[in-house]
């Protein structure tokens, strides 16, 4: 069961086109495993179409001089159901497969391009930058074999980890696919995966480790965010 998911202004600031592409990733990619967000988002869209459509204040000449058939078209425009792959006459290409240390994982539709990613290896941790960067926000897939753990650190800005696949114990919390992580310079924690997992995640700025000899990257952590 998901148990963290993006607020309601993430998910009203997405809908707006209003996020920077790594968080519209997430969010997009969240709401592909969430039914409960997907729906969530579909009102969103619905209420901001519904403002946009809304005539704004005009004088009255100007109003009545608007064709009476054009809020019609609208409607008829609007109600037209979206045609599927097989009504369109072309075939479901099947979604290509993520395979990293001997497990294979299938991305969300919004990342399933990313699906051949060259990893950078440091022990028990894979990572990977996607050429996503916008307005200082960088984002990576991470995955983590069995057993590993991320050096304890807080965060000089947001983080965000979408959980795709596996699970991750953070504190008291099992983090399992498809929850919405989010973490600031507030939270100091040393994430770990019982089984394995895969994430997304988005950071804005690099992490600050916290103890032992991993504070020693410090110095070099703009390069791996």
Request: net charge negative.
């Amino acid at each position: 069961m998901i148990k963290t998911h993006p607020t309601h202004a993430m998910l009203r600031a997405f809908a707006a086109d209003e996020l920077p592409l790594p968080l519209a990733v997430g969010v997009s990619a969240h709401c592909e495993l969430c039914p409960e967000c997907a729906a969530n988002l579909r009102a969103c869209e619905e209420a901001l179409a519904h403002q946009y459509l809304e005539p704004a204040d005009e004088p009255a000449a100007m109003s009545e001089s608007m064709p009476v058939e054009l809020d019609a078209m609208l409607a008829g425009i609007l109600q037209q159901p979206v045609a599927s792959q097989a009504e369109l006459g072309q075939p479901m290409r099947p979604v290509p497969e993520l395979q990293v240390a001997g497990q294979s994982y299938r991305l969300p539709r919004v990342l399933a391009r990313h699906h051949a990613p060259k990893w950078r290896h440091i022990g028990t941790i894979r990572q990977h930058s996607l050429p996503l960067d916008e307005m200082g926000a960088r984002a990576s897939l991470l995955h983590i074999e069995a057993g590993g753990r991320i050096p304890e650190h807080t965060h000089q800005g947001y983080e965000l980890t979408l959980l795709l696949a596996g699970n991750m114990q953070d504190g008291d919390t099992c983090y399992q696919a498809g929850d919405f992580i989010w973490r600031d310079a507030s939270h100091a924690h040393s994430p770990h995966t019982p089984d394995g997992c895969l994430c997304y995640t988005v950071q804005d700025a690099p992490v600050q480790f916290t103890k032992g000899l991993s504070r020693l990257l410090n110095g070099i952590t703009h390069r791996l965010y």
